[in-house]
């Protein structure tokens, strides 16, 4: 039940970058829309009318299986599950923090600076620390898991084309005989597309990664530059003005304001 | 996860589009997702099962089938209809990232309580800045997979007809033997149907198009004639520390804008017209 997923993994969405937002959009609707849309009715019928010139009794079957030892839907489905496993990671590190602030504000923790419980719940974790190693690990994860399904299908289908005939010898079947695959064409042109889609998500993972790395090495190299000097209060107020007129400068058509600071 | 699920989030969308966009968005979804899940899908359903060539060849019935039909109607419209409704999500990601950039600017300014929150959700995001030129690629880019598909439409299946036989010599048939596609006139009238669609959904785009633009030119002949617009003109030398702050100063006296509504309605203040929806 793909709703499910869809479900879980709105979840972590919250608290993914702006990369992994992307991922996760080109993930739902360019493959698993596409895969329950298109691609489960092309193969709907794969087995049914994969025909073989021949009346020997259970040479198809044998053929079949010797042809598609599993088939491209399933394998597919198989590494969509496998991809998405490892946000869950994220969810379930994010879910255990939310824990210990919430037990720390029933404690009455005169360090937990919030004000209820729904704040806590609807809190936005900032990627650094523990959850920064648990986030990379599993963007880590998801790029061997596509990388590996790519290799199993490459593998097992000796390159992507679909071809219409396949001439097979396997006991039962007396000779080689000629087994006629179904709408090869179509299935070719959906193997491909979901080929090129699972690279683009490939990529995307690779530029997620280097993007969490850079962000690593600047937060360390300014940590390192900011103990040298004083934090007074004076800074503290230039710095909050800076970030606001930015802002203000960034968006300035769509947030115009209107009120004195 | 199917087309409801698209429509949600397109649904999203939908309130930060002008008003041609939303017709298109409408007729996307009543006069093309719904005539191809509820009616095309089954008039395709038995597509391969009720082709039938007249040889007894095992294999002859599949290669024909195959050589006739690439890629069946159905999927290239199911792909079709995806590929051109993305875009609007880039629309989407954009509106999302100025909502979350006004909510850190009211936090940082101290509007930061829940009511101003729900508000930055609620309130419609003026088409202007950056988010035009984000709409306006969108736009583009369904124009193009509109016309790309239209096109691969017409190599694949050259003429709108379906024929009701069709004549087949591709290995291993023996010789040419006729096929009989079934149901073909059906088929024909859908076609013509989903042809006839498209073409409208394209026209509808351009005139979004030449809307978006004729909008921003009165907008910024406004602007030009304008005189307290002065040193803030749309060539300026944008990176100067005077110029910024020229800018912010403008910004923050200027008369209309969304977010500065939201906050005086809120602080009880007399409340501006309701926008035109189109704007």
């Given at each position: 039940?793909w709703?499910?997923?869809?479900?879980i993994l709105?979840?972590v969405?919250?608290?993914?970058?702006s990369?992994?937002k992307?991922?996760?959009?080109?993930?739902f609707?360019f493959?698993?829309?596409?895969l329950?849309?298109?691609?489960?009715?092309?193969?709907g019928?794969?087995q049914?009318?994969?025909?073989?010139?021949?009346l020997?009794p259970g040479?198809?079957?044998?053929?079949?299986?010797?042809?598609?030892?599993?088939?491209?839907i399933?394998?597919?489905a198989?590494q969509l599950?496998?991809v998405?496993t490892?946000?869950l990671?994220v969810a379930?590190?994010?879910a255990?923090?939310?824990?210990?602030k919430?037990?720390?504000f029933?404690?009455?923790?005169?360090?937990c600076?919030?004000?209820?419980?729904?704040?806590i719940?609807?809190?936005?974790?900032?990627i650094?620390g523990?959850l920064?190693?648990?986030?990379?690990?599993?963007?880590?994860?998801r790029?061997i898991?596509?990388a590996v399904?790519?290799y199993?299908?490459?593998?097992?289908?000796?390159?992507f084309r679909?071809?219409?005939l396949?001439?097979?010898?396997a006991?039962?079947?007396p000779?080689?005989?000629d087994?006629?695959?179904s709408r090869p064409?179509?299935?070719t042109?959906?193997?491909i597309?979901m080929?090129?889609?699972?690279?683009?998500?490939?990529?995307?993972n690779?530029?997620?990664?280097?993007y969490?790395?850079?962000?690593?090495?600047?937060?360390?190299?300014?940590?390192?530059?900011?103990?040298?000097?004083?934090?007074n209060?004076e800074?503290?107020?230039?710095?909050?003005?800076?970030?606001?007129?930015?802002?203000?400068?960034?968006?300035c058509q769509?947030?115009?304001?209107?009120?004195?600071? | 996860?199917?087309w409801?699920?698209?429509?949600t989030?397109?649904?999203g969308v939908?309130?930060h589009?002008t008003?041609?966009?939303?017709i298109?968005?409408?007729?996307?979804?009543?006069?093309?997702i719904?005539?191809?899940?509820v009616?095309?899908e089954?008039?395709?359903?038995?597509?391969?099962?009720a082709?039938?060539c007249?040889t007894?060849?095992?294999?002859?019935?599949s290669?024909?089938?195959?050589?006739?039909?690439p890629?069946?109607?159905?999927r290239l419209w199911?792909?079709?209809?995806?590929?051109v409704?993305?875009?609007?999500?880039?629309?989407a990601?954009h509106?999302?990232?100025?909502?979350?950039?006004?909510k850190?600017l009211l936090l940082l300014t101290?509007?930061?309580?829940?009511?101003?929150m729900?508000?930055?959700?609620?309130h419609?995001?003026?088409?202007s800045g950056?988010?035009w030129?984000t709409?306006?690629?969108?736009?583009?880019?369904?124009?193009?997979f509109e016309?790309?598909?239209?096109y691969?439409f017409?190599?694949l299946?050259?003429?709108y007809?379906?024929?009701?036989?069709?004549?087949?010599e591709a290995?291993?048939?023996p010789?040419?033997?006729d096929c009989?596609i079934s149901?073909?006139?059906?088929?024909?009238?859908?076609?013509?149907?989903m042809?006839?669609t498209?073409?409208?959904?394209?026209?509808?785009?351009?005139?979004e198009l030449?809307?978006l633009?004729?909008?921003?030119?009165?907008r910024?002949?406004?602007?030009?004639?304008?005189?307290?617009s002065?040193k803030?003109?749309f060539?300026?030398?944008?990176?100067s520390?005077e110029?910024?702050?020229?800018?912010i100063?403008?910004?923050?006296?200027?008369?209309?804008g969304?977010?500065?509504?939201?906050l005086?309605?809120n602080s009880?203040l007399?409340?501006k017209?309701?926008?035109?929806?189109?704007?």
């Open positions: 039940d709703g499910t997923l869809h479900t709105g979840g969405n919250k608290h993914s970058t990369i992994g992307i991922w996760l959009t080109v993930l609707i493959r698993i829309m596409i329950v849309v298109a691609a489960e009715k092309v193969w019928d794969e049914q009318d994969f025909v073989c010139n021949t020997q040479c198809r079957n044998v053929c079949y299986d010797h042809f598609f030892p599993i088939s491209h399933r394998l597919w198989l599950i496998f998405s490892p946000a990671l379930m590190h994010v255990y923090r939310r824990h210990e919430k037990r720390q029933r404690k009455g923790d005169q360090k600076e919030y004000k209820d419980i729904e704040e719940r609807r809190q936005r974790f900032r650094e523990s920064w190693w648990t986030y990379t690990s599993s963007i880590f994860f790029l898991f596509e399904f790519m199993a299908f490459y593998f097992m289908y000796d390159g679909m071809p219409r396949m001439k097979c010898s006991w039962p079947c000779n080689t005989v087994c006629f695959v064409t179509e299935k042109v959906f193997t597309f080929i090129a889609v699972s690279s683009i998500c490939i990529l995307l690779v530029a997620e990664l280097c969490l790395l850079t962000k690593f090495f600047l937060r360390r190299s300014k940590k390192a530059g900011n103990s040298k000097q004083q934090p209060h800074n503290k107020e230039e710095t909050k003005q800076n970030e606001m007129n930015e802002l203000i400068s960034d968006s769509n947030t115009v304001i209107g009120f004195s600071s | 996860m199917n409801a699920g698209l429509y989030v397109l649904s939908n309130r589009s008003a041609i966009g939303r298109w968005l409408s007729v996307i979804f009543i006069f093309r719904m005539v191809l899940v009616a095309a089954s008039v395709w359903g038995d597509e391969k099962s082709f039938t007249n007894q060849q095992p294999g002859c019935n290669v024909c089938y195959d050589h006739f039909f890629i069946s109607h159905i199911a792909l079709q209809l995806i590929l409704t993305t875009p609007a999500l880039l629309v990601m509106v999302a990232y100025q909502q979350h950039q006004e850190k101290g509007h930061g309580d829940a009511k101003h729900e508000e930055v959700k609620k419609k995001m003026r088409i950056s988010l030129w709409y306006v690629c969108s736009v583009v880019f369904r124009l193009l016309a790309v598909f239209m691969i017409y190599m299946y050259p003429g007809q379906m024929m009701r036989l069709v004549k087949c290995y291993p048939c010789n040419t033997v009989f149901r073909p006139t059906e088929k024909t009238i859908f076609t013509v149907f042809l006839v498209p073409s409208v959904c394209i026209v509808l785009n351009m005139a030449v809307y633009v004729v909008r921003a030119c009165a910024r002949s406004r602007h030009n004639s304008n005189p307290s002065g803030s003109s060539y300026g030398h944008k990176h520390s110029y910024k702050q020229n800018e100063n403008q910004l923050l006296t200027e008369q209309d969304s977010l500065k509504d939201m005086r309605r009880g007399q409340e017209g309701d926008r035109c929806s189109a704007c």
